[in-house]
């Protein structure tokens, strides 16, 4: 059974970092795109950040650009996300998604996805 199990959410304060992690179990990854949407509450869900199964091409969304960096260790089936400098409206659940054929910032494109961390950041 294919599984994306997020952990490294919770609550912090303006200014601070988090690092989350998100572990893929069922068959190997490697191939695959893997990123993270959010949601915050009454909001849409959007994209976060993406990275190709080689790693050589990786994009953010505006809003994290330069705060947020994506990683993935292939032979642990994991991607991370790092978050510094975190902000209020960083605050929302964040998803981790893979599929060998992820269009990037498409969230139907991505066949594999997590049940989310909670993200919430105060000022």
């Known amino acids: 059974q294919v599984q994306l199990v997020e952990s490294g959410g919770g609550l912090v304060q303006a200014g601070d970092s988090l690092r989350l992690s998100c572990a893929a179990s069922?068959?190997?990854?490697?191939?695959?795109?893997m990123g993270w949407f959010r949601q915050a509450p009454g909001k849409e869900r959007e994209f976060v950040a993406v990275?190709?199964?080689?790693?050589?091409?990786?994009f953010y969304a505006d809003s994290v650009k330069d705060r947020f960096t994506i990683s993935r260790d292939n032979a642990k089936n994991t991607v991370y996300l790092q978050m510094n400098s975190l902000k209020p409206e960083d605050t929302a659940v964040y998803y981790c998604?893979?599929?060998?054929?992820?269009?990037?910032?498409?969230?139907?494109?991505?066949?594999?996805w997590g049940q989310g961390t909670q993200v919430t950041v105060s000022s």
């Open positions: 998604v893979a599929d060998p054929d992820g269009s990037w910032k498409d969230w139907g494109s991505y066949g594999y």
């Open positions: 990275m190709s199964w080689s790693g050589a091409s990786i």
């Open positions: 069922g068959r190997t990854f490697s191939r695959d795109s």
